[in-house]
């Protein structure tokens, strides 16, 4: 019988060059089909990867220039000339074997202003243990996001948002599962100053 440690090691070594999923624009704020059809898109992980030099324009990405492009950029607008609405309205949908990551902007209230000095994240947790011990919902540490952390290609970070379960909660009494019950948020003063067109770091390290 083959080695099942040895046949997951070739699999994640065969796979970790890239990731395929499906995309959808939607609006966030109504039950509409979504504003542009869903596509299926493969997300190189490096130049170097199998497709990466020739990737389609925002494909190969890092996750700081997602997020400066994507998701702070007030003025992008929907593609479809029946709605032209911007980021504040919609939702960013990325699916794979069955797991789902959305994406929303939200302005925060002016007395809950972030530092000016770059990205910052934390997380909320839903679970009703967290929900009944505090009003409002209990939130983690606001924690800033490195340049090796914002290097990540933006697929990795997909990636391990999907199949990473063995992460907990970042605050004392919360022992639920951050990919099952924690809703993440990052945010930002002042954007840092990002490369524009780097090479994503195949192997990251980001902060604990």
């Avoid at 440690?5 to 704020?29: F, I, N, P, Y």
């Avoid at 994507?70 to 992008?76: E, G, I, K, T």
């Avoid at 290609?153 to 004392?172: H, L």
Wanted: contains cysteine; charged residues 20%.
């Amino acid at each position: 019988m083959a080695d099942l440690g040895q046949m997951a090691d070739r699999l994640w070594e065969v796979e970790s060059h890239s990731l395929r999923v499906a995309t959808c624009w939607k609006r966030g704020d109504n039950t509409d089909p979504p504003c542009q059809v869903p596509r299926e898109r493969t997300l190189p992980f490096h130049l170097s990867a199998p497709g990466g030099a020739n990737a389609a324009p925002g494909d190969l990405l890092t996750l700081g220039q997602f997020l400066q492009t994507y998701c702070f950029n007030l003025r992008r607008q929907c593609a479809n000339p029946k709605c032209r609405e911007g980021v504040l309205r919609h939702e960013q949908c990325f699916l794979h074997h069955g797991g789902r990551l959305s994406v929303r902007v939200v302005t925060l209230p002016s007395e809950a202003a972030l530092p000016t000095d770059g990205y910052y994240a934390w997380s909320v947790c839903r679970h009703p243990e967290c929900a009944r011990a505090a009003a409002p919902p209990r939130c983690g540490p606001l924690l800033p996001l490195s340049r090796e952390t914002l290097g990540i290609a933006f697929g990795r970070w997909i990636e391990s948002s999907i199949y990473n379960k063995s992460a907990y909660g970042r605050f004392s009494g919360c022992t639920h599962s951050f990919h099952e019950y924690h809703e993440r948020f990052i945010g930002q003063g002042t954007p840092p100053q990002l490369d524009p067109n780097p090479n994503p770091n195949p192997n990251p390290k980001p902060n604990p």
